[in-house]
């Protein structure tokens, strides 16, 4: 059974760092690709980042390129998610998904992940 549990989400101040992590179990990683999700109050649920089993590579999405990394250690089967520079606008629930994977890439639409974790708030505000 697939299991993903975030941690980490909290109350910063603007220009403050937060790291989140997920902790997943499970499934064999070479087989699923990972994502980071967030969802604003009345937003959509949206893309931050993803990790792809089939060409080892890390995508984003564009708008938080350079603000944001996202790393992952196999061992542990933990992905992690390091935001710097955090603004009001970051505030939102961030979630990791799972998805069986068979394309090269991995794709940033939260409707094609098949499993979620609960989420972790994090809140950025004065």
């Known amino acids: 059974q697939v299991q993903l549990v975030e941690s980490g989400g909290g109350l910063v101040q603007p220009g403050e760092s937060l790291r989140l992590s997920c902790a997943a179990a499970?499934?064999?990683?070479?087989?699923?690709?990972i994502g980071w999700f967030r969802q604003a109050p009345g937003k959509k649920r949206e893309g931050v980042a993803c990790?792809?089993?089939?060409?080892?590579?890390?995508y984003y999405t564009d708008s938080l390129k350079g603000r944001f990394t996202a790393s992952r250690d196999n061992a542990m089967n933990t992905v992690h998610l390091q935001m710097n520079s955090l603004k009001p606008d970051d505030t939102a629930v961030y979630y990791c998904?799972?998805?069986?994977?068979?394309?090269?890439?991995?794709?940033?639409?939260?409707?094609?992940?098949?499993?979620w974790g609960q989420g972790t708030q994090v809140t950025v505000s004065s």
């Open positions: 998904a799972a998805l069986r994977n068979t394309l090269i890439g991995c794709p940033l639409a939260a409707w094609r992940y098949d499993y």
């Open positions: 499970g499934f064999t990683s070479n087989d699923y690709a």
């Open positions: 990790f792809s089993n089939t060409d080892g590579n890390t």
